[in-house]
């Protein structure tokens, strides 16, 4: 059984029992309620309300069908998620994956986390997560868009801008936002901007959205060194994947002065000493979304490619694990505790398995939590919601220098609770502690609903 606090053991039992085979799920709440048992010390009310048990129990969740034709005439299934978790701070809010490795399981952990963030942020947004087992690689534009059209014929019922409000993630990115809101758009005949966030800024996006989960990431790793008079200036860092969040987690690096050496696909990786270069990295990635291993060749020198160990065997001082959950094991912290890392910062959601954070925080490596690191690209969407209604738009300068100002609050707000339950440095703590009271304390003021 997990280092949970006993009182809470009987919740982690039936959250596993009601949830079975949902890995998870079941790994985002215990990680959550091993940080609880000093919480209840102080609030033994919320155990009295049985806020726990609510907040571990999705408001509603849908799974439907979602048929549509491919380019062969041939008609083609998926099945489509979405997970309304948690309305007490404001609409659900949270992104949609396309991916083949897609359940409910999934969805649901995401959710979950993303109740906590959202909370985190400060930020008036719910938490929720959807998705499909579709697979949008080597899928043509029309095959996608149809796809897309599809999902939403089902999915419209249950959005709109005060209700629930969904954006990208993997999978999912301008294309699919863009085919999504133009189906949505028809369906209502209501131009509600504010009903998905992470839209081309030609109709209604924000600036800055795009950067902003891997810019915020690497606020988050500079306000964590700030803390011990260090900074990115010189560092070598990896980052894992090479998406959305890797891209731009790189580009916020170089602007530090730091280094990125490698970084990722899922068919492997590749290491620059020199540096990646990131011009061509977008090159492969945004514009011919091609592999990761193309990069050696058009880069002509200084780079290889690997198929085989791990990334983070590159020795490096900073650590971005940016492609997906448990995609870093305790192998692989220990082979970056020994090559020297200083600080870890998840871009991606859950990229590290328990026992791999256990690791890094018994050995004094700064570890900033997925649900603090990579908060900035919601807290974009909120801001991207803000523009909406008030039918205005900010300069990209603007908008990163509120993100900026987000990503520093949600630092200091985990460390100065960390520090209040006396575990100072603890990330993981002060992160679940503050979002879960945000949480709770909204709840309970509502009543039993
Ligand atoms: P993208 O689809 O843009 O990129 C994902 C990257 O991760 C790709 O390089 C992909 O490689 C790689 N990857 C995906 N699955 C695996 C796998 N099983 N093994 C190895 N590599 C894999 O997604 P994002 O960058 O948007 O998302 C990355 C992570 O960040 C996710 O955990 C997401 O939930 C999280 N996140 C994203 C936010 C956003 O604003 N986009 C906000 C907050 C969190 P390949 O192309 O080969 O599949």
Known sequence: MPRIDEKLIPIYEDVLRRNAGETEFHQAVEEVLESLGAVIGKHPEYLDNALIERICEPERQIIFRVPWVDDNGQIQINRGFRVQFNSALGPYKGGLRFHPSVNVGIIKFLGFEQTFKNALTGMPIGGGKGGS????????????????QSFMTELYRHLGEY???????????????????????????????????????????????????????IYFIDQMLKTKGASLDGKRVVVSGSGNVAIYAVEKVNEFGGK????????????????????????????????????????????????????????????????????????????LIRNGVVAVGEGANMPCTPEAVR???????????????????????????????????????????????????????????????????????????????????????????
């Open 133 to 148: 087992d579709f697979n949008p690689r080597d899928r043509s534009d029309g095959e996608v868009m149809r796809f897309c």
């Open 260 to 335: 990125v050496v490698a970084c990722s696909d899922s068919s492997g990786f590749i290491v620059d000493d020199g540096g990646i270069d990131l011009g061509l990295l977008k090159e492969i990635k945004l514009v011919r979304r091609q592999r990761i291993s193309d990069y050696v060749g058009l880069k002509g020198s200084g780079a290889y490619f690997s198929n085989k160990g791990s990334v983070w065997e590159i020795p490096c001082d900073v650590a971005v694990p940016s492609a997906t959950q448990n995609e870093l094991h305790a192998n692989d912290a220990s082979a």
């Open 359 to 449: 690791l890094f925080q018994s050995e004094g490596v700064l570890f900033g939590p997925a649900k603090a690191a990579n908060a900035g690209g919601v807290a974009t969407s909120a801001l991207e919601m803000q523009q909406n209604a008030s039918r205005d738009s900010w300069t990209f300068e603007e908008t990163e220098a509120r993100l900026a100002v987000i990503m520093r609050r949600i630092h200091d707000s985990c460390a100065e609770t960390a520090e209040a339950y006396g575990a100072p440095g603890n990330y993981v703590l002060g992160a679940n502690v503050t979002g879960f009271v945000r949480v709770a304390e909204a709840m309970q003021a509502m009543g039993v609903i």
């Open 163 to 217: 209700t629930d409000v969904p954006a990208g993630d993997i999978g999912v990115g301008a294309r699919e936002v863009g085919y999504l809101f133009g189906q949505y758009k028809r369906l209502t005949n209501r131009y509600e901007a504010g009903v998905l966030t992470g839209k081309g800024l030609i109709y209604g996006g924000s600036r800055a959205r795009t950067e902003a989960t891997g810019y915020g990431t």
